[in-house]
């Protein structure tokens, strides 16, 4: 079947509509974003507050609020701002949502039920911060500080992270958007060209972008789509990598649909071409490249034929990138991806898109990755104690690194590992910290064993989660709309305009309301009880901030005057520093044990009768703060599996069948949800949203609402040189009135 949506339409309606959803119905024409219809109608006259950042996702939007009587109505981008400018996406609008939402964590609360099955007894933060501290202390003197595990995520989470690794002293610190996200990009780019490459890629100004599985559009960052956008409309064309025919496909000028894990075939392919073909920036590769030798040999054997076969594709549209690439080179953006922990094969991959961007040329030139540059602020860090290595669990008996390309902190894994086992050491006692590791991390049956042989867990949130049912202890955490926090700090995201740098600091726009705490006080109550007193480092968030700004020869104060917002001459982003290196053939990757050059590791394929799941972003949903969001619900109150159309015909199913799922090792989902038939997804594969299907009963609107894809991704891939997880190696069936379909070959 065709697709009848062209480039045109999409930027009218697609992905740009996308961000903005129906709770506010005028839509600029011209950027897509949302006004109110009260503003539109420019009949909103209440008291504007400014410097509020966004957190509903990290791309840290900056923000106004509206009042009325003190209350928070409406909140919009910052006209100050030159990253988001006035725009914010649909979650941001909702922010407001969160902040007011009656469900949300008021009080502390102490379990007087069960893990998992909790029974909550509300209690003083006297009394609960005295628990925390008591029970804490008590792990570390039984069984010394390695006994600690630590699941962070989000910018509040920093803090209590850095306390508790640097001066508790454990190495069992493990970041979902390390060990579940990002980890492998940054850790393979490092590996490259010696940078993490964030996603600083300049869609504005690019001849051509290519995408491999990046969801630009459904995942939406504000500056990040409008770069995007702007690259399209000045007619850069577009490549998508995808198993799936995502809203960004949806605008390519050439959509392969690739067979998922084949990635890394498909671009040695693309690099062995043209490299054979000289159609590479040798140039480049001669200043800046190193083991190009070793690199072209490594690759040789990629044919187009042997790739095509390889990726279920045809070796003329593996010519056609290639050609597509070279002819629109240096001005390329090989975009580095986001969440890219998908097949633990995925360290290879990354390194294969760092090499790509090299042999392009296309480092710190228009349209190609530039990081810009970005303003100093400092960095306020808890003292760090001397900590060996003998309870580093990514050390093997022979004082070997396990996993050598880890990103910060300890492989999940290796932590869930020890803990149930015991060995080398017992792990006792855990906190959660904004992070919901039952619906973050691969195996959740797993996860919950991991937290019920605890002797204490802690957990620090705005909202219940699933992960919040297995706290002894739970702290409310005051929202992002009601806190000072970090610094961010940026350029303009578009580099053909005026040169700008900006620091936006977090001012909050309301009080905190009833019981809940930030970060700082939480931490530094817990470290006096732990007699780490003398070491506290800040007394309050606002100090916090305040040394943050200084080395920027900035106050609080100051900024606060400024709006939030503090801007100042920026630099010529373009130019290749004189030291940049491109490392297309690593030989300390190669001493650890692994390929030195890029190399394709096949996967496990589907077993009969199954499909593989793959799971994405929408625009209205994307981490837990917005599962239970009201009008994000309203939007999007489910997540439809997608299935090919002509697998659908063949099993008899249709648009909206209600159906659920199971997978290939007999985890079967505990609701059900929706059928999407279409042709933009592979025969071998089914897609679903990420983060639906809570069970938490606290979660007036999300428990229940869709099916949990993390219940159903039980199977454990770990990316060998970073440890991280992939978790796209689940098969699965349909189950329609309870007869469990087999999908056809
Ligand atoms: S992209 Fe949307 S959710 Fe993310 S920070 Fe910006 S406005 Fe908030």
């Not at 507050?49 to 990290?58: K, L, T």
């Amino acid at each position: 079947m065709a697709f009848n949506l062209t480039r045109r339409r999409f930027l009218q309606s697609a992905s740009l509509a996308a961000v903005s959803i129906p709770l506010s119905k005028v839509v600029s024409a011209e950027t897509g974003f949302t006004q109110s219809p009260l503003e539109a109608k420019g009949s909103l006259n209440e008291e504007t507050v400014s410097g509020g950042i966004c957190e509903m996702c990290f791309w840290r939007c900056q923000l106004i609020g509206k009042k009325r009587e003190g209350r928070l109505i409406k909140l919009e981008g910052n006209p100050k701002s030159i990253d988001n400018g006035v725009s914010i996406c649909a979650r941001g609008n909702a922010g407001i949502k969160l902040l007011y939402d009656p469900d949300r964590l008021k009080y502390p609360l102490k379990n007087v039920g069960e893990r998992g099955k909790p029974v909550w007894k509300r209690i003083s933060w006297d009394e609960a911060l005295a628990e925390c501290s008591s029970r804490l202390k008590g792990v570390v003197d039984k069984y010394g500080p390695q006994g600690i595990s630590v699941f962070p995520h989000g910018s509040t989470a920093k803090y209590p992270m850095h306390f508790f690794e640097r001066t508790v002293g454990t190495h069992n610190v493990s970041e979902a958007s390390f060990f579940q996200c990002r980890g492998i990009r940054d850790t393979a780019y490092l590996a490259t060209i010696g940078k993490a490459p964030g996603e600083k890629v300049d869609m504005a100004n690019s001849k051509a972008i290519f995408l491999l599985g990046s969801h630009i559009g459904e995942n939406i960052h504000v500056s990040h789509v409008k770069n995007f956008a702007k690259g399209l409309q000045n007619g850069a064309k577009l490549i998508v990598v995808d198993p799936r025919y995502s809203a960004a496909a949806a605008k390519s000028d050439i959509w392969i649909k690739i067979k998922p894990g084949t990635d890394t075939a498909f671009l040695l392919a693309v690099m062995n071409y043209l490299v054979k073909n000289n159609k590479y920036d040798a140039e480049f590769v001669e200043e800046y490249g190193d083991g190009f030798e070793e690199f072209t040999e490594g690759i040789k054997d990629w044919s187009l034929e042997k790739a095509a076969i390889e990726c279920d594709i045809t070796p003329d549209e593996i010519k056609q990138v290639a050609e597509m690439l070279a002819v629109n080179a240096p001005n390329v953006s090989i975009h580095p991806g986001r969440h890219v922990s998908w097949y633990g094969n995925d360290f290879q991959r990354q390194r294969s898109l760092a090499c790509l961007t090299g042999l392009l040329g296309a480092y710190y030139v228009k349209g190609g990755w530039v990081p810009g540059k970005t303003p100093k602020v400092g960095k306020v860090s808890w003292a760090k104690h001397e900590h060996d290595t003998e309870h580093n669990l990514n050390y093997d008996e022979d004082e070997e690194m396990r996993h050598p390309f880890t990103p910060p902190g300890t492989p999940t894994e290796l932590i869930r590992d020890a803990a149930l086992t015991g060995k080398p050491y017992p792990i006792k006692g855990c906190v959660i910290w904004g992070q919901n590791p039952i619906q973050t991390i691969p195996g959740q049956e797993k996860m919950k064993d991991v937290l019920r042989q605890m002797d204490f867990v802690m957990c620090v949130d705005v909202m219940p989660t699933d992960a919040t049912m297995y706290a002894d202890i739970l702290l409310p955490e005051v929202s992002y709309l009601e806190r000072h926090d970090l610094v961010k700090t940026g350029t303009q995201w578009d580099f053909s305009e005026k040169h700008q740098q900006y620091i936006a600091a977090r001012l909050p726009l309301v009080e905190p309301m009833f019981e809940r705490k930030d970060q700082v006080f939480i931490t530094n109550a817990i470290a006096t009880g732990l007699g780490h007193k003398d070491e506290i480092p800040v007394k309050s968030v606002e100090e916090l901030v305040e040394k943050t700004l200084e080395v920027a020869g900035l106050s609080l104060k100051q900024i606060t005057q400024e709006g939030g917002i503090h801007l100042q001459d920026g630099k010529d982003p373009y130019g290749v520093p004189e030291d940049f290196e491109v490392l297309f053939y690593n030989e300390d990757i190669e001493d650890a044990g692994f390929p030195g050059v890029p190399t394709y590791i096949p996967i496990d394929q589907p077993p009969a009768g199954y499909a593989r799941l793959l799971y994405g972003r929408v625009p209205v949903h994307t981490f837990n703060r917005t599962q239970n969001n009201a009008w994000l619900h309203y939007a999007m109150p489910e997540n439809p599996v997608w299935i090919n159309d002509e697998t659908a015909v063949k099993l008899g199913l249709k648009d909206g069948d209600v159906v659920g799922l199971v997978n290939s090792e007999g985890f079967k989902s505990r609701t059900t949800t929706t059928l999407k038939v279409t042709p933009g997804i592979r025969k071998d594969s089914v897609y679903m949203a990420h983060g639906y299907g809570s069970v938490n009963p606290l979660l007036s609107v999300a428990v229940n609402a869709g099916v949990d894809d993390q219940s159903l991704i039980t199977k454990i891939a770990v990316d060998p040189e970073t440890g991280a997880h992939g978790m796209r190696n689940n098969f699965v069936k349909l189950i329609k009135d309870g007869k469990v379909l087999d999908i056809p070959a």
